[in-house]
């Protein structure tokens, strides 16, 4: 079945360091695209790649970078910087073209331990 | 800057019941809005996409309408079940290159009760 796939389902970061969080689709979408959501808030957007090797700051990029060597893989990786990282996040997809729908994983819940 | 924004907040209804879920946003240039269907601890699901150019889409029980030039959507669902239980998000698309940047609400969060 073609999806996109988030791993891990849950993940704790320790103080200090840096962890990264999986997202790979089998729906041969040109766009890919990283949200946050905190509770009780709208999903806000961190990152977002239109094709392979570029990529665009979001409305929150702030201590997250991304990659994009692969058309099926969107890496996200929060860094020490993020002083807040705990919520949960969803990555996404999309065709090319901006009437195109998006399509979401059932995203990764990060703690602080 | 674009802001969306969905009323009721919460809402909690007997089964078999018509409800409608609205949803605002401040700039009339967009180029499609969706509403997602979000259970707890889950991804977001699309339900339907309407376009700039339309005025409605309907799935099943589902129906949106747009009104792009007041800035307002409502999903109205039929006959509601137990089922339907969940958050409800709406979120509009600017386009941006060949991606589209969306803004969401902060969700209708849904309880159909028996």
């Known amino acids: 079945d073609g999806g996109i796939t988030q791993s891990p389902k849950y993940l704790f970061r320790k103080e200090g360091q840096n962890v990264t969080l999986s997202c790979e689709q089998n729906?041969?979408?040109?766009?890919m695209y990283w949200y946050r959501q905190d509770p009780g808030q709208g999903l806000r957007l961190i990152y977002y790649s239109q094709i392979v090797n570029d990529f665009q700051k979001g409305d929150i990029a702030e201590g997250y970078s991304v990659s994009r060597e692969k058309k099926e893989s969107f890496p996200l990786t929060v860094t020490s910087a993020q002083k807040n990282p705990t919520a949960f996040y969803l990555c996404?997809?999309?065709?090319?073209?901006?009437?195109?729908?998006?399509?979401f994983g059932d995203g990764t819940r990060l703690s602080i331990l | 800057k674009q802001e969306v924004t969905q009323i009721p907040a919460a809402l909690s209804v007997p089964e078999g019941e018509n409800l409608v879920l609205n949803c605002s946003f401040t700039?009339?240039?967009?180029?499609?809005l969706q509403w997602f269907r979000q259970d707890p601890g889950k991804g977001l699901t699309s339900l339907l996409l309407i376009q700039s150019s339309q005025r409605e889409q309907t799935s099943g029980r589902l129906n949106a309408s747009l009104d792009k030039s007041s800035g307002r959507s409502t999903l109205y669902i039929a006959a509601s079940q137990p089922g339907d239980s969940a958050t409800y998000l709406c979120?509009?698309?600017?386009?941006?290159?060949?991606?589209?940047?969306?803004?969401f609400g902060t969700g209708t969060r849904l309880q159909v009760t028996l």
């Open positions: 979120a509009v698309s600017v386009a941006t290159g060949t991606a589209s940047k969306l803004t």
């Open positions: 729906l041969n979408h040109d766009a």
């Open positions: 996404a997809s999309s065709t090319s073209g901006s009437y195109q729908p998006q399509h």
């Open positions: 700039d009339s240039a967009i180029y499609n």
